[in-house]
């Protein structure tokens, strides 16, 4: 059966406790594994340890996909760092929240999304691959600030990650920054799953669906091999990353 295992890990880059919450699949004990990479871990498995009460149901969807296609993962949540979260998953500091998320009365986030991918590049991976049966192969994925901070870390670290899944992105944050980043890249051989619903913003031109579109093209320039989802009425929370994971996990692994 599979499981999962609770582990308390350092950040020795930014000097915080984090815990790892690490989805081990059936065929674990026997089979060499990929890993996928997750951030906001809390919110994956348990809809008590969820911040807004539902999970993404990731081991449900886990099990379904080996049952089905005899194919398992290992799935590492990294849990996030609450009040650093907006730091932690951007390299650049921002001054948007204000206009997109006033009633977090913050001025200014971002800027140590470089130390946080240090650590989870340098030390946690090989950490991973020395306790658990993995076959090197890295995927990375997250929702919203999550998922802005799994595309840098793929241009950042290219061949780190076989595939990107960056689900309801929060390209708003820094949205310059990525277009000069990905035009300035070379991005052939990265893969990436993009998402977006379209009711995600509480602005009426909803913005956030525009901006994803616009990075989409951008990859696509870049000869990256880059997947666009838009669902229709979807919002921006965790009961629609619960209804599209299955179908990233069908992406990423489907080969």
């Given at each position: 059966m ?18 790892l ?30 911040a ?20 398992g ?17 951007s ?15 913050m ?29 090197h ?39 310059q ?5 990905i ?34 093209r ?35 692994l489907?080969?």
């Amino acid at each position: 059966m599979s499981r999962i295992e609770i582990v308390d890990a350092f950040i020795t880059t930014l000097n915080r406790e984090r815990k790892l919450r690490i989805y081990l699949p059936e065929n674990h004990d026997s089979v060499r594994c990929p890993v996928l990479y997750m951030h906001d871990g809390q919110n994956l498995f348990s809809d008590e340890d969820a911040a807004y009460g539902e999970s993404w149901g990731v081991k449900a969807a886990a099990d379904a996909y080996y049952r089905q296609h005899g194919k398992g993962l290992i799935i590492v949540g990294i849990d996030n760092g609450e009040i650093y979260r907006f730091d932690e998953y951007s390299p650049w500091i921002s001054n948007k929240l204000k206009k997109y998320i006033p009633e977090l009365g913050m001025d200014f986030a971002g800027g140590e999304g470089d130390k946080y991918l240090d650590w989870l590049v340098r030390e946690l991976i090989p950490m991973i691959n020395q306790k658990y049966r993995t076959n090197h192969t890295n995927y990375l994925a997250g929702s919203s600030m999550g998922a802005n901070i799994t595309l840098y870390a793929g241009i950042k670290y290219p061949g780190v990650f076989r595939k990107l899944g960056c689900l309801s992105p929060a390209f708003w944050f820094s949205l310059q920054e990525f277009a000069r980043l990905i035009k300035a890249s070379a991005l052939k051989d990265l893969e990436v799953y993009l998402d977006i619903g379209t009711k995600e913003s509480r602005m009426i031109t909803n913005p956030e669906l525009r901006h994803a579109k616009r990075i989409y093209r951008l990859l696509k320039k870049k000869d990256c091999k880059a997947e666009l989802l838009i669902e229709k009425g979807a919002l921006h929370r965790e009961s629609a990353w619960k209804r599209r994971f299955p179908g990233f996990l069908s992406w990423l692994l489907d080969e």
